[in-house]
Structures are given as structure tokens and as C-alpha cells.
């Protein structure tokens, strides 16, 4: 039960008083923005990596176009939602997987032992920080920062926006989840 001095606050300053006093299991929960919350992400987490449009094209063209190199294609997750799938489409090949369904779902698709590299993208480069946090944290990728042979997971910067502003091919398609 709250105390009685925050019991008569009004109810969302009680809800905020409340909160800020749980403890999760590597955090004290602090309100942030969306924003700060993602910078604070890039700037601690050093088990996501990060690339750009440029960056991917060329990583999945390279694939393409060379089998005897022996780095397998990444695994590329589309984390927006459904809507913005159908009404945009994807990058070739994307897995649609929307932000909302991510933890829950990702283990149907993907193994954590795979040696794929992991890319997830949203439309501007944000829900995909958030994205990659969490498949580190379930395991995905080397957890290594050191390791420059093992599977990592990557956010793309700029998003599916990049991507289309770069000129890359989109692929039409309906997200399934």
C-alpha cells in the first residue's frame, strides 16, 4: 500500500511518485524522453552495433555477389508496424517483426545460437536501438565486444527512411504478425 501523503496526491503523481522507486534488474527506473532514453542506449551499450543504409546495401550486395566469402547473409528484422509495412514496404528479404512483438516472437524465427549477424531497422533508426537492446539481452549476437568473428547485432541508422532516401530496392509485402 503507497503511504497516506502520496495516497492523496492526485492519481498520476502517485502513479509517478510510486514508480520512480522500483528497481529493475541493471536500472533505477528515471523518467527520460524517448530521445534521451535512445542516446543513453548508444552511448552504454557496446553490444550494438551500428551501420548505415550505405552500409547494408553494400553488406548484402557483397553477399550476392561473392560465395566464397565465408560471413553468411544477416538476418534483417523490420520492427515497425504492420501498417507501415504494407503501406511502405520492406528492404529485400527483411523478416517483418513489429517492435510490439519482438521479444515474444523473434525465438519462432531466429535461433540464439545462429551465426548470422542480426540487422533490425524501423522507419527512422530509433525503435530499432530499443530493438537491438533487447535481442542482446535475450541473447542474440556475441556478447563479446571484443570478438570480431562472432555473430553481432546491428541497428540501422536513418532506419527504412534511409534506405528509400538512398534509392535502394523496397520490396512489396504484408506483414504477417
Known sequence: MLPI???????????????????????TLALKSFPELVREIKSTNKNIHYLGPK??????????TAP????????????RERAEI??????????PLPRGVLER?????????????????????FRSVLAAESLVRLGYGDCE???????????????????????FEVEKKSAKN
Open 105 to 125: 516472437d523473434v525465438g519462432k524465427l531466429l535461433k540464439q545460437s545462429d551465426d548470422r549477424d542480426v540487422v533490425v531497422y524501423c522507419a527512422g533508426g
Open 5 to 27: 501523503s502520496i495516497r492523496l496526491q492526485t492519481p498520476l503523481r502517485a502513479v509517478l511518485v510510486h514508480t520512480q522507486q522500483r528497481s529493475f534488474a541493471q536500472s
Open 68 to 79: 566464397e566469402n565465408p560471413r553468411l547473409p544477416p538476418h534483417i528484422i523490420d520492427v
Open 55 to 64: 552500409d547494408l546495401h553494400a553488406l548484402c550486395s557483397a553477399q550476392s
Open 86 to 95: 504494407e503501406s511502405q514496404g520492406t528492404i529485400p528479404g527483411a523478416i
Open 145 to 167: 565486444v571484443e570478438s570480431k568473428d562472432g555473430p553481432k547485432v546491428w541497428s540501422l541508422d536513418e532506419g527504412f527512411d534511409g534506405w528509400v532516401k538512398n534509392g
